[in-house]
């Protein structure tokens, strides 16, 4: 069974991990809104605006079902589901600061509409928020885990830079680079069930299920980028293009390319000319020439299933039913 | 007695601080070097330079003396010296976040170099990095004293970009915002000392030493920024009036201008024609004119004035010394 072939029969929604955090989600975006508030109007509004449009919740849905997975009953898993939450939205506005040199290329995001400055004061803000509901909750083991995953993120953040316009780099770096900057921060999620249940044995699978689907995610999301519509995504597509940021499919498609295929992978992502429609379009076009669409999601289900196996021993639960449907829907979704 | 016939009785250096925590200081510096390491290697680069730039480890060398005032002899003070000084360097990497518009105005500084993304990024880093110091001390107390502190910074910092421009802003806002963007890290420093050295009692007379003694040190340096040569300050002249930031020997003389003083300040401040020279010769001489830099001066002296009365509580000893001579010059330096 080919990767394609393998596409249709994924779920298109979430709907038991859904059901499942229902409730807590509930719990949890107020404590989000609550924490978000402060005496300075642009903190407050700006947060609104980030948190509202901070869409589906994932991180902190992992939170309350990994706790769940564990049996646990109490309720520390909210606060600690809002502080992943208010990481995760820190890294996302300090992830739209632009450089003089990017608005040449590109459109910005929500800085465009807040300024540079204000994404980043705000995102340090709720970054330092999201330490001080951890230091609320007292755990230090909570602490550590969360304080490890933001040095991996920033660190990620930095290596995608660096590396950012070279289409020199292998599968291997692009792996390393979405490990730190999106997998951790799932892993960390995750883990966090375990510790608030007081399981230390079940850390390291939650650890390693939360490990792969971010990877999962975050591959597909790569695809995403070349080949879903816009409404489906949420998000413009061909932004990783134009942001000259070399990701899973272009590395696979490159390895490939013939002389005038490297000619235009180049002056498109190192020289910063993929701004026409007809480049993009020419873009994709060469991703279906060498299947790496397919081979990208190859890769991704790799890692799904990685997921899956991390949970292997969980007794059955809807919990347990819940994750290891995220892990399929990484894979399905937008297709 | 003036402010002014106070200034030449203050110390030029601080001679007995720097010796009280030399020998440690080494070994905070060490440390600092060691966790600003990374595989990135652009991480490593931009964080060796701007820690070389860092000057004087005036944060880190209150925790020290704050420490040895208590008494204390072991060394957890050094990895949270560390930590502070983090703090203070992902402060100052993101304070030099500019916008498109800021390019227009004036110019920007180490990210001129290494580009708004870098900075923000590796201030990240650093910000976590200064979080696992924390956990590795392992105390609960210190964690809430610094996390506290650092929503404080970040809020404190969106204020002054809010009221960055605004001629209207009242002397108590002005102190709001240094309180928060600045006095909150230096009390957190010392607050620490009475933390590690396990005297609870010694935490809050600590916290309003390093509280005022952050009010007179910023105050200070906002009228130098009008006054001291370049030598001096280490940093050019007139940036805040480039930067249109109001601060309060500007409020000072704006109380007290005529229509075309008025005028002056507003479209210099406000509508961003400050860059000429003749201008910043303007605003000097108007200054001057209403006494705005002694009266700014009285003002800081109140402030070190409290720092000093912090410590009546405490025993003579050479950190004592030590911590009273740096009040003397946070209102003698540069004059």
């Given at each position: 069974m080919t990767a394609s072939e393998n596409i249709t029969s994924r779920p298109a929604e979430m709907t038991q991990l859904r059901q499942l955090v229902a409730d807590d989600l509930v719990q949890v975006n107020q404590r989000i809104l609550e924490q978000g508030q402060s005496e300075i109007t642009l903190i407050s509004d700006l947060a609104a605006h980030i948190i509202a449009a901070g869409g589906k919740r994932l991180r902190p849905s992992l939170t309350v079902a990994a706790s769940k997975l564990c049996g646990y009953e109490g309720d520390r898993h909210i606060g600690l589901a809002a502080s992943v939450e208010f990481i995760h939205t820190a890294t996302l506005l300090h992830d739209d600061v632009v450089d003089a040199s990017d608005l040449r290329r590109g459109a910005p995001t929500a800085n465009a509409v807040w300024g540079n400055k204000s994404s980043v004061l705000v995102g340090d803000f709720l970054f330092s928020r999201a330490f001080q509901l951890m230091v609320a909750d007292g755990s230090l083991d909570v602490l550590q885990i969360l304080s490890d995953a933001s040095a991996i993120i920033s660190a990620g953040e930095v290596h995608q830079l660096m590396v950012s316009?070279?289409?020199?780099?292998s599968q291997a770096v692009y792996e390393e680079v979405i490990s730190a900057k999106t997998a951790a921060l799932f892993a960390a999620a995750c883990e966090l069930g375990a510790v608030v249940a007081d399981k230390p044995e079940w850390r390291a699978p939650l650890r390693a299920y939360g490990q792969a689907l971010g990877m999962a995610f975050q591959i597909v999301d790569d695809a995403l980028d070349y080949q879903a519509s816009e409404s489906d995504l949420g998000k413009a597509i061909g932004d990783d293009f134009r942001d000259g940021k070399v990701t899973l499919p272009v590395i696979l498609a490159y390895a490939k390319a013939d002389d005038a295929e490297h000619q235009f992978w180049l002056s498109s992502m190192e020289k910063g000319e993929a701004l026409s429609p007809e480049n993009l379009r020419r873009a994709k076009e060469l991703l279906k020439k060498h299947n790496a669409f397919e081979q990208t999601l190859q890769v991704a289900h790799k890692f799904a299933d990685a997921a899956r196996d991390a949970l292997a021993g969980f007794p059955a639960s809807a919990a347990k039913a819940a994750l290891l449907e995220a892990a399929e829907f990484a894979v399905g979704r937008g297709y």
């Open positions: 316009h070279d289409l020199g780099i």
